[in-house]
């Protein structure tokens, strides 16, 4: 966990911080699409990612989910930080988008480092800041661009997060992440293939600006 953490972690926190996350903070590895907290689960650990990615969820009273934000490397959970301070249950799903390495620190010492280290302090409020203009971005999107629109930021996003344009996926999984439908989808995905953006096959799409050119 060491080397893990002062590579990822060494330009956020100080030494003795540092230290502390490595004295009383869990190590832990999840396979892709594990649940690792679920609406209305109590907090009890805050993560920080070393590797991979994990996408945090939404649900309405219908039982539909919206895909929030991903949370990558150096990053934690804003929405987890909130129900931690807050000692409220979680509101919010949180899926792993990747095999993913990550520490799980106690909930117990998120005020306490408020207080005694700086960078703790700013870590907090950025990873605020940060997610406060991912939900933003994802709400715009929502008010103001179309299905394919949505589509493709959507497909953008998850080829980023992975670090590849070639995404093993399928319409039905699209369509439950963007709250559509599979035929919806389907159609969106030749419209986006005849405009040149992406290639979908069997069960991979493939977004083609993040593809190595020949």
């Known amino acids: 966990m060491k080397a893990s953490l002062i590579e990822k972690y060494h330009y956020i926190f100080e030494e003795k ?16 699409e594990v649940a690792m907290i679920d609406h209305g689960d109590k907090i009890e650990f805050m993560p ?7 996408k945090i969820l939404r ?3 219908e039982g539909n989910e919206l895909l929030l934000y991903y949370l990558e490397v150096g990053d934690t959970c804003a929405m987890t930080m909130t129900c931690c ?12 988008e990747q095999p993913t390495e990550l ?15 700086k960078s703790w302090r700013r870590f907090v409020f950025d990873n605020y800041n940060v997610r406060l203009e991912e939900m933003l971005e994802a709400v715009d999107t929502l ?22 344009g070639r995404l093993n996926i399928t ?6 992440e963007l709250n559509s439908s599979r035929v919806v989808i389907s159609r969106l995905m ?17 977004v083609l600006k993040f593809l190595p050119t020949a």
């Open 190 to 206: 030749k419209k986006l293939s005849d405009r040149g953006k992406i290639r979908h096959h069997r069960n991979v799409v493939e």
């Open 103 to 117: 520490i799980l620190i106690p909930v117990g010492k998120m005020e306490d480092w408020l207080v005694k280290y």
């Open 48 to 54: 920080l990612v070393l590797n991979g990615a994990i």
């Open 17 to 32: 911080l540092l230290k502390e996350i490595e004295e009383i903070g869990r190590y832990k590895t999840v396979d892709a």
């Open 85 to 96: 301070i807050g000692g409220k249950k979680s509101n919010i799903r949180a899926i792993t």
């Open 143 to 164: 008010a103001f661009h179309n299905m394919e629109e949505r589509l493709y930021k959507y497909l953008e996003n998850k080829a980023m997060v992975l670090g590849d």
């Open 59 to 61: 649900e309405d009273k």
């Open 171 to 176: 319409h039905y999984q699209i369509a439950n």
